[in-house]
């Protein structure tokens, strides 16, 4: 399930669901940092774009790792996620978008299975 447009030029097919994801830097892990409650902007096997209600670009940057939670029914995924890239919207809303670096092959393919029914149902 491949589209050739310019929302799909990643390897992986994407979903623009939202889902509740929660985050935190796992460096902080150590210290028993909090998590950050959020949702998803997208979704794929591959990684996750993630509204950052907690920080401006500053605080976020390509290379950070965190520890990430995605809420995909009935059970959350964990992974570790790399961060790609960090930028505002039109509104204002900062993002990161991040690629999972580490995730269980069952937990990406749960991922997959909900990404590919998201846009079966939304064709």
């Known amino acids: 399930m491949t589209r050739n447009d310019d929302t799909q030029r990643r390897r992986d097919y ?7 994801v929660w985050y935190r830097d796992l460096r902080s892990v150590e210290q028993d940092g909090e998590w950050i409650r959020s949702v ?17 670009p500053v605080q976020r940057k390509p290379g ?38 580490s995730i269980d092959a069952g937990d990406r393919d749960r991922i997959v299975s909900a990404v590919l029914r998201e846009g079966v149902k939304n064709r």
């Open 64 to 101: 950070d790792l965190l520890e990430v939670q995605v809420v995909v029914p009935p059970t959350p995924v964990f992974a570790i996620a790399e961060v790609v890239r960090v930028f505002q919207d039109d509104s204002g809303a900062w993002y990161a978008g991040v690629m999972f670096a």
């Open 14 to 20: 994407r979903s623009s669901a939202a889902y509740p």
């Open 40 to 56: 998803s902007r997208d979704l794929s096997g591959g990684g996750v774009c993630i509204q950052m209600p907690d920080a401006p």
